[in-house]
């Protein structure tokens, strides 16, 4: 059987089970034949130069016709894009978030939105919907966030219905013209950047809460509602949502990231406190991912599928909420240390003595200084502890006088701690402040924000290492931990227009994210992947899971639209 015929069978395969049998035939036709030349194989050089029997390429020639004529019916054959290669909405330029990429300006390819798309959302959202560029630049940079991309949204819509969010999809995936979803822009690795431009979905003006359960302890929300609204909501029904991010996030981005905030060493993190949600996905469907009940094992977690998925999966437009009860009683406690060692060593060992902390958190000197640039105060500037107990006004003494002994044993002093209300407000503005307050030190600087986590154990080591790096740097550093979960934070502060500034700050970023994952840690505990932690994700998962989420990806979006270039590292394929 010759080539032609070979050729013919791969040709008159109709689908792609037939293909791979065919053409593993062929290959295994033309090995065998490679084999028995191999046989024939001249000994001697002058049998080599003298044969004319012998031909190598009567041997090579069919067997490479026959793989790359495989290749070749295969693409045509298929009518999709092959998966190891990005679509039009992934260049091959894309190299943002690839191996060992430092580039944090994010390339893409844009398409020209077609008039036709521009139409239907205008007939969709009315007057809610814009194409001002200023409107459009701001909402293409994160506010809080270093990283940039080369385009920017061609249309900023605001939808005010689950409904219109369906309708504004479905318009976008029959035109594959890419989507993006936005919050409260308090995100930091990219994940609101429109590389490739298209449609900025932005959620603001869906911030109702739909149904409150008071006796069932849960509530019903669109994804617009910001977590300090909504407890402002909640407070004389003597109820709180516990997770606290940045202030300005809402709900809806919390899912998409999968935060948590100083409240999560108590509380758990968002996967742990959403019941349901409802979801558009990319063909504009609404899907319901569970019931309102506490617990339940009917099917998939589809809920925990999208709660991280950072918009690469579906539109979140509606948040069941576990609450918690206000506690009775509080107090705040702060104490300083000679080394950031000794203050992460008691944050371990007050976990360790089953004490139920609420917060457990960590400045380091320089954090501390920058609050006193900002804020006129005088703290000592050492490495600080904060503290959080609650429960009855016993229970909250009892934890306090256990933890101050715990702080004893590892050379702390100037134990306090604060009862009053505005006393321990007060205290804990310092600590919510900290990234402006780092600002104060170099006005002019962006800040590149490390986030990493690893098994409390570890998280002493982590941070003393990490700390003799930072401080041997030429640039501005601080340490902020929520110490009680073995989550780490550093504000790195840099220009971004002195090329040497990025690259020390990239450095520093990356010693400490492998860092972290030499100590069984995680490239991020609560920021999120986005663009800027993408390079990492094969190193601390492996390509068998990066290969699992994009065939979930591609599932779900065959036609790529939903927040492009985001999460799944472009080199990724299956």
């Known amino acids: 059987m010759g080539f032609s015929f070979w050729l013919a069978r791969l040709r008159s395969c109709s689908n792609k089970s037939a293909f791979s049998n065919a053409f593993r035939d062929s290959f295994y036709h033309y090995k065998s034949q490679l084999n028995t030349c191999q046989k024939n194989l001249p000994s001697t050089i002058a049998e080599k130069t003298n044969s004319h029997a012998f031909s190598w390429s009567s041997c090579l020639l069919p067997l490479a016709f026959a793989v790359s004529a495989g290749s070749l019916t295969f693409q045509s054959h298929n009518?999709?894009?092959s998966l190891c290669e990005p679509s039009n909405l992934d260049s091959r330029k894309v190299t943002i978030g690839g191996k060992a990429s430092t580039e944090f300006v994010v390339k893409g390819t844009h398409k020209e939105?077609?008039?036709?798309?521009?139409?239907?959302?205008?007939?969709?959202c009315q007057d809610?919907?814009?194409l001002d560029y200023d409107e459009r630049f701001y909402h293409g940079k994160p506010q809080n966030s270093f990283h940039k991309a080369v385009n920017i949204p061609d249309v900023v819509v605001f939808p005010?219905?689950?409904?219109?969010?369906?309708q504004i999809v479905k318009s976008c995936n029959k035109h594959k013209v890419p989507i993006v979803p936005y919050g409260g822009a308090t995100s930091i690795e990219g994940h609101t950047l429109s590389p490739n431009g298209g449609v900025c979905i932005d959620m603001t003006l869906m911030k109702r809460v739909k149904a409150l359960h008071i006796r069932d302890m849960d509530v019903v929300v669109e994804p617009g509602i910001g977590w300090m609204e909504l407890n402002e909501y909640l407070e004389p029904y003597g109820l709180f949502f516990p997770l606290d991010p940045g202030p300005g996030a809402t709900i809806g981005g919390m899912c998409a990231t999968r935060c948590s905030g100083s409240l999560a060493v108590r509380y758990g993190t968002m996967r742990d406190n959403v019941i349901s949600l409802k979801v558009v996905l990319a063909n504009g469907d609404i899907v319901k991912t569970a019931s309102r009940a506490r617990k339940s094992a009917a099917g998939y977690d589809l809920t925990r599928l999208m709660i991280g998925s950072e918009g690469t999966l579906g539109v979140v437009t509606e948040v069941t909420l576990r609450l918690q009860k206000i506690p009775e009683h509080s107090v705040v406690a702060m104490c300083n240390f000679p080394t950031i060692k000794d203050a992460a060593d008691v944050a371990i060992d007050t976990m360790m003595s089953g004490i139920q902390v609420s917060r457990v958190e960590l400045l380091d000197e320089v954090q501390v200084r920058a609050i006193n640039?900002?804020?006129?105060k005088n703290l000592p500037e050492v490495p600080t502890l904060m503290f959080e107990f609650i429960g009855t006004e016993a229970y909250s003494h009892e934890q306090?006088?256990?933890?101050?002994?715990?702080v004893s044993e590892h050379n702390?002093?100037?134990?306090?701690?604060?009862?009053?209300?505005?006393?321990?407000?007060e205290l804990w503005k310092i600590r919510k402040e900290a990234l402006w307050a780092c600002f104060a030190m170099e006005p002019n600087f962006e800040a590149m924000i490390s986030d990493v986590c690893v098994p409390l154990s570890n998280l002493a080591e982590l941070i003393s290492r990490s700390k003799q790096e930072l401080d041997a740097s030429s640039l501005v550093c601080t340490v902020i931990a929520h110490a009680g979960d073995g989550n780490f934070h550093t504000v790195i502060l840099f220009d971004p227009n002195e090329e040497e500034h990025r690259r020390e700050a990239e450095r520093l970023n990356q010693f400490m994210v492998y860092t972290a994952l030499s100590m069984e840690g995680t490239c991020t505990g609560e920021h999120g992947?986005?663009?800027?932690?993408?390079?990492?994700?094969?190193?601390?998962?492996?390509?068998?899971?990066?290969?699992?989420m994009k065939q979930i990806k591609t599932a779900l979006d065959p036609n790529n639209i939903m927040n492009p270039g985001k999460l799944i590292p472009p080199h990724v394929c299956f």
């Not at 702390?412 to 407000?425: I, L, N, Q, Y």
């Open 128 to 130: 809610n919907m814009t």
């Open 79 to 81: 009518n999709h894009p």
């Open 400 to 406: 306090t006088q256990i933890v101050q002994r715990i």
């Open 412 to 425: 702390g002093s100037d134990f306090v701690f604060a009862e009053d209300p505005e006393a321990k407000k």
């Open 373 to 376: 640039i900002a804020n006129g």
């Open 113 to 124: 939105v077609p008039q036709e798309l521009i139409d239907e959302l205008k007939a969709i």
């Open 529 to 548: 992947v986005g663009t800027g932690k993408m390079k990492y994700l094969e190193k601390e998962l492996g390509i068998e899971a990066l290969q699992m």
């Open 160 to 166: 005010r219905s689950q409904e219109e969010v369906s």
